[in-house]
């Protein structure tokens, strides 16, 4: 099956934590990259952090030195690490190929809310 499930969201005050996971089938994950997207009330979907296969990662400004991606390429599964959270970080966020990113096929995603 093709399958992506994130999950690990949650409420959390200003410069609160929380670590995301996604859990991806075999032939979304293999040889491929992966990404961490979000979506704010209001807004655009933003890639906000990508891991490659070989794990060389990038990272959107908003979030660089807060947040961590990181791939477990024998379980299939990706995570990303937020720290010192703001409450513009407040957002579902998905993790997605590029490819299936391009062709628009998400999954549930997950709530981020930052709140006091």
């Known amino acids: 099956q093709v399958q992506l499930v994130e999950s690990g969201g949650g409420l959390v005050e200003p410069g609160g934590s929380l670590r995301l996971t996604c859990a991806a089938s075999e032939s979304i994950f293999y040889n491929n990259a992966m990404g961490w997207y979000r979506q704010a009330p209001g807004k655009e979907r933003e890639m906000v952090a990508s891991?490659?296969?070989?794990?060389?990662?990038n990272y959107a400004d908003s979030v660089k030195g807060r947040f961590t991606i990181s791939r477990d390429n024998v379980k299939n599964t990706v995570y990303l690490q937020m720290n010192s959270l703001k409450p513009e970080d407040t957002a579902f966020y998905y993790c997605n190929t590029p490819r299936g990113a391009k062709m628009g096929y998400w999954g549930k995603g997950t709530l981020v809310t930052v709140s006091p």
């Open positions: 891991i490659s296969s070989d794990g060389s990662t």
